[in-house]
């Protein structure tokens, strides 16, 4: 990204790909980030119904983690939800 070292005090990413090295090359030191993301197994049953493979099988909380701790960012709050879908069409 097009920006000097460590400009932004937050960053905000939902459900996009980022690069966690960047990420911290962007932090103002005590800086944020904050992520949306939705594991790489969602929907993996219903993908199986429709004969597909998962896209990102490999976008999970535990890789994501490793790659954000091995950029040298502290994780102080990373929580898994698994919820319910309903199709009402």
């Keep these: 990204m097009p920006f000097a070292e ?26 944020r980030f904050l992520t949306q993301q939705v594991d790489g197994q969602s929907m993996a049953d219903l993908a199986f119904v429709c004969g597909r493979e998962p896209t990102h099988p490999q976008a999970t909380l535990a890789i994501s983690g490793k790659e954000v701790e091995q950029a040298g960012l502290i994780i102080e709050l990373a929580e898994e939800s698994v919820g319910n879908m309903r199709f009402t069409d």
């Design 6 to 31: 460590n400009p932004f005090p937050l960053l905000i990413n939902r459900h996009e790909a980022y690069n966690a090295f960047e990420i911290d090359r962007l932090l103002k030191t005590g800086g």
